[in-house]
């Protein structure tokens, strides 16, 4: 993975960098938990974590909380998502990607840009997704990744997904030979590049497997980018190199503060001095007037708590879901 040495990492004892939020292009080859472990290290602290996980062949956004940051990312991971990716219709893998092992093959030249339209519309919108049997969800309190690659049959319920954008931008004919990955010998294949917004919990290698299910050839994922994850984009990530250099050039790890994170997760309440106050003390404010989790605000810009509305005594009135500024 590059970098520096394991013994050198544990000598180095960096600043702790401010709570907030760090949004990482993860890079190929990287589990998240990788990633935090490195910005563990920039951030002289083990109190970071990760707001959703991003398989190791995948690239892209990867937003990391920091200190305090941490409670905001299961917030963050409950936000829709932006995906650049790659579909290989012609093959079926174990993973449903291109890390495992090809379970099938089928002739693909034969599908038309029709067929790959319908098949394509078919999932958009609210669909019910079966996730891969390679995911992280936990069947009887084990990961069902874990049960596959033991050798158990996996067999997981359907759940709803929405699937808001399903969006072809090229088609490519896939030869046999070295250029492509095929074998000699294997059944032409076409690869689909796609970008797609989808809710939390929708996996994109389901959608690559469904997409070449109905099409009748197998499909799966072989490359995959993800652009966004709420408010968070690209435009915000930086690599792991250039976190390093600013820390080095700095001092201390830069993060996004409390306040301006929550401003691109959550609609936003402007507080009153005494509704900051209260808030710090855990008591109820008047409602905010905006259904799910609001950011309120204290008149010094600093994030006093996340606050959501409750019909209480024939009033409507804003508690205090997590209180990040208390008293």
């Given at each position: 993975m590059g970098g520096r040495s394991p013994r050198e990492d544990r000598r180095e004892r960096r600043p702790v960098a401010p709570d907030g939020l760090v949004v990482v292009d993860k890079p190929g080859g990287w589990t998240s938990h990788d990633v935090v472990g490195r910005g563990r290290r920039l951030a002289g602290t083990r109190k970071v974590g990760h707001a959703g996980t991003l398989d190791p062949m995948a690239t892209g956004v990867l937003v990391l909380g920091v200190g305090r940051a941490t409670k905001l990312l299961t917030y963050v991971v409950g936000a829709d998502k932006d995906y650049d990716a790659t579909i290989r219709l012609g093959a079926s893998t174990t993973t449903d990607d291109a890390e495992g092992e090809v379970v099938a093959t089928a002739d693909a030249s034969g599908v038309g840009r029709p067929?790959?339209?319908?098949?394509?519309?078919?999932?958009?919108?609210?669909?019910?997704?079966?996730?891969?049997?390679?995911?992280?969800?936990?069947?009887?309190?084990?990961?069902?990744?874990?049960?596959?690659?033991?050798?158990?049959?996996?067999a997981l319920a359907a759940r709803p997904v929405v699937v808001s954008r399903f969006e072809v931008r090229d088609v490519r004919a896939v030869a046999p030979g070295k250029p492509s990955g095929l074998p000699d010998g294997a059944s032409p294949a076409l690869d689909v590049d796609v970008a797609v917004t989808v809710s939390s919990g929708t996996y994109v290698r389901a959608l690559a497997r469904d997409l070449g299910a109905a099409l009748g050839v197998g499909g799966h994922l072989t490359a995959l980018r993800r652009t966004r994850v709420g408010?968070?984009?690209?435009?915000?990530?930086?690599?792991?190199?250039?976190?390093?250099?600013?820390?080095?050039?700095?001092?201390?790890?830069?993060?996004?503060?409390?306040?301006?994170?929550?401003?691109?997760?959550?609609?936003v309440r402007e507080l009153t001095p005494e509704e900051a106050t209260a808030l710090s003390y855990g008591q109820w404010i008047p409602g905010t007037g905006a259904p799910g989790t609001t950011a309120a605000i204290s008149p010094a810009g600093e994030l006093v708590a996340l606050v959501e509305d409750t019909r209480r005594g024939g009033a409507d009135l804003a508690r205090p879901v997590l209180v990040l500024a208390p008293a």
């Open positions: 067929d790959l339209d319908r098949a394509i519309a078919d999932l958009t919108g609210e669909i019910l997704q079966v996730p891969s049997t390679v995911s992280a969800i936990k069947v009887d309190g084990k990961r069902a990744y874990a049960r596959a690659r033991a050798g158990e049959d996996v408010g968070y984009g690209l435009d915000v990530a930086a690599t792991l190199e250039e976190l390093e250099a600013q820390a080095d050039r700095d001092g201390v790890l830069a993060t996004l503060p409390l306040a301006d994170a929550a401003r691109a997760t959550f609609p």
